[in-house]
């Protein structure tokens, strides 16, 4: 690896890389040795143009966590990663944070959202859930059900503005045909519900402003409440990812795969253009997903506080991969933990067109998060930044080895118990299961102000706002 600059560097093209791959990181940010390996790999994929980190990058499955790639005639299911359009949704409120018990607020929400792997809330029929995988967030507006009251908290008349608001509308070209039955029986009952792992919802009080004029035309302002949720597809999206990544890895295309991980399909296949079909009926689901669990955030704001009024700021995806303009040619950009930053230019139409796309970037459940704005130099990074901190720890060196049944230790973690209640000083914590929660804990993450710190210096977004968490709640 080569140093550019104080916040870029490069590993350059070498033996069968095809393209150098751009890094955009500090001295102070760990690279693990296998996420650069990771990322010398992506750089040996047919059709690759462009390959990118971003600070937040670590280990993944194929490629880093933290990883932008452009392709012209392949699409890489690993790329994507698992959890297809795991994604973030912001809320601002026209509230303080010394206006409202949190506490309280988190714990009635804990009863309308159900957290944790596995769990169902929404019940579809066959045909409504084929709706939602081909139209996303519109779809539950035809559905309108009568039976669940979250539907009560979607006002009709917000439809129109939601195509500004969300990234791709809330809704993409989904192809429910290319999807397993398996798949689906996984996730047609999981609509409204928030997931494990790094999934979460936030109640966040904003501390500081970076850049006013931004903040005063997003209605932004210090001391406001936040509601930000972090979930994406579900078990669909999982097992989409399982089904394409082992059709991908038991076929050849002329050119190796870089990996047993890192397997490419040709767009001009129709095993291709199946993948992009199921992908998007991914997305679609996790853009209704989120949609459905802000109606329940707003369900219990507006029990709990008459004149509350929530209003989304954005919404958007990490994980996806999708047609875009760059260098001047049509490129399919793969972003894995990674989440889009348009400049102003190319927010031709809607709200954000004058000040750049909202760049929505959490830290751990201990720490701050940001709200950030693109920019226009950062087209070199494939107008792409980080999608939060990124860990440093694994799950399993963090908190050990836990049982789950009965939350025995059978192996000391990293983190004691002492440091991680000190972390969350001060935080309501609301989660399913208090014998693996050490695995989110914020020293288990990098420091998020040193990647932010860089995502400034590389020019990749500028700072918006930063708000503190006062309420989690976490699978």
């Known amino acids: 690896m080569e140093r550019r600059s104080a916040f870029e560097a490069n590993i350059p093209r070498k033996d069968d890389m095809r393209v150098e791959a751009t890094l955009f990181v500090s001295e102070s940010i760990r690279l693990e040795a296998d ?29 880093p966590i933290g990883c932008v790639l452009a392709t012209s005639e392949v699409i890489i299911p690993a790329a994507v990663g698992y959890d297809i359009n795991c994604g973030m949704r912001v809320l601002r409120t026209n509230l303080t944070a010394r206006d409202v018990d949190a506490s309280m607020l988190a714990r009635s929400i804990r009863r309308d959202i159900p957290l944790g792997e596995g769990k169902e809330n929404i019940r579809l029929s066959r045909e409504e859930f084929d709706l939602v995988l081909e139209a996303g967030v519109p779809a539950l507006y035809e559905i309108s059900r009568k039976d669940h009251p979250a539907w009560d908290f979607m006002d009709p008349h917000e439809k129109s ?59 932004i302002s210090e001391g406001q409440l936040l509601v930000m949720i972090h979930s994406g597809s579900r078990g669909f999206g999982h097992q989409i990812g ?58 219990n704001f507006f029990h709990h506080c008459r004149d509350a009024n929530l209003e989304l700021l954005y919404d958007v995806p990490h ?7 760059h260098f001047g040619q049509e490129l399919w950009v793969h972003r894995k933990g990674a989440t889009r930053a348009f400049a102003p230019s190319r927010m031709s139409a809607g709200c954000y067109r004058e000040t750049g796309q909202p760049v929505l970037i959490p830290g751990s459940m201990g720490s701050f998060s940001y709200l950030l704005a693109g920019i ?39 983190i004691t118990d002492e440091e991680f209640n000190r972390s969350m000083e001060g935080i309501t914590l609301i989660c399913e299961n208090r014998h693996t929660i050490k695995e989110e804990a914020p020293q288990a993450y990098k420091d998020i102000d040193e990647v932010i710190r860089v995502v400034e210096g590389a020019k990749l977004a500028k700072v918006v706002a930063k708000m503190r968490p006062l309420a989690v709640l976490k699978g």
């Open 35 to 63: 996420s650069l390996s990771q990322l010398v790999d992506a750089c040996r994929v047919p059709s690759v143009r462009k390959v990118v980190a971003t600070p937040d990058i670590h280990v993944g499955y194929g490629v």
């Open 161 to 219: 503005e939601l195509r500004n608001l969300i990234e791709d509308g809330g809704s993409m070209e989904g192809d429910p045909a290319a999807v397993s039955p398996r798949a689906k029986d996984r996730g047609r009952n999981q609509l409204g519900t928030l997931g494990g792992g790094n999934h979460f919802i936030e109640l966040q009080e904003v501390v500081s402003v970076g850049d006013e004029a931004t903040a005063a035309a997003w209605g």
């Open 242 to 299: 399982e089904d394409y990544m082992s059709f991908a890895r038991s076929r050849s295309y002329g050119e190796p795969h870089p990996s047993s991980q890192l397997c490419y399909i040709p767009l001009d296949r129709k095993e291709g253009r199946d993948y992009v079909g199921a992908m998007r009926a991914g997305a679609n689901l996790a853009f209704a997903n989120r949609h459905a669990m802000a109606a329940l955030v707003k369900k």
């Open 319 to 325: 994980n996806i991969a999708k047609p875009e303009t």
């Open 376 to 414: 226009e130099e950062n087209d070199r990074a494939l107008c792409s930044t980080n999608h939060g901190a990124g860990r440093r720890m694994s799950r399993t060196q963090a908190a050990g080895k836990v049982r789950h049944r009965d939350g025995k230790v059978l192996r000391e973690g990293a």
